[in-house]
């Protein structure tokens, strides 16, 4: 039986949503799957809207279009507002709880995860908290090995940073998952 995997990730520009997007297909091809990406964002450098949609499969991929998300990580408030209606009852919605209020009417799960005061205090810049993220994801992912994921982020991130993106990484994949209905 065929799996497939839909993630959407989204949030400002600045906030390394295109490059999880790109670790995540990295990983895939890594690991000998099949993988889509698509990119959307406004014209701005920094701080306008951006969003990955990462299909990954372990058959052909007949449309790249993340249609109902199985994870979709909102790393903003309008983001999150944009999207939310394309989860359904199995998906689940990562979020930063100090930037984004889940809606209690919708049917996806939510885990709240505080990257961005996570990758301060222990990384020193809350700019790892993209990876902090990634990690905690990674942790949900049965198709996809960390150790895949790992070697994907030293392949698409500047070596300088290797070690604290490591580390932000471990970081995320020891979340405890706590769900919200």
């Known amino acids: 039986m065929s799996e497939r995997i839909e993630i959407l990730i989204s949030g400002y520009g600045g906030q390394g949503v295109v490059r999880i997007g790109q670790i995540l297909g990295q990983a895939a091809v890594y690991q000998g799957l099949y993988t889509t990406m698509l990119i959307s964002h406004g014209t701005e450098t920094r701080g306008g809207y951006v969003r990955s949609q990462v299909v990954i499969s372990d058959e052909f991929i007949d449309s790249p279009v993340?249609?109902?998300?199985?994870?979709?990580?909102?790393?903003?408030?309008?983001?999150?507002?944009?999207?939310?209606?394309?989860?359904?009852?199995?998906?689940?919605?990562?979020?930063n709880p100090d930037l984004v209020s889940p809606d209690p009417l919708l049917e996806a799960g939510h885990w709240a995860i505080r990257a961005e005061s996570l990758a301060e205090r222990e990384l020193g810049n809350a700019v790892f908290?993209?990876?902090?993220?990634?990690?905690?994801?990674?942790?949900?992912?049965?198709?996809?090995?960390?150790?895949?994921?790992?070697?994907?982020?030293?392949?698409?991130?500047?070596?300088?940073?290797?070690?604290?993106?490591?580390?932000?990484?471990?970081?995320?994949?020891?979340?405890?998952?706590?769900?919200?209905?």
């Open 66 to 95: 993340v249609e109902r998300p199985d994870y979709f990580c909102a790393f903003s408030a309008i983001a999150y507002q944009m999207f939310k209606g394309l989860c359904g009852p199995q998906g689940l919605i990562l979020h």
């Open 129 to 181: 908290a993209n990876v902090v993220f990634l990690g905690a994801l990674s942790s949900r992912l049965a198709l996809l090995s960390a150790e895949h994921i790992a070697a994907a982020i030293r392949e698409r991130l500047p070596e300088r940073f290797h070690e604290k993106n490591l580390r932000a990484f471990a970081l995320g994949q020891g979340l405890k998952v706590q769900v919200q209905p």
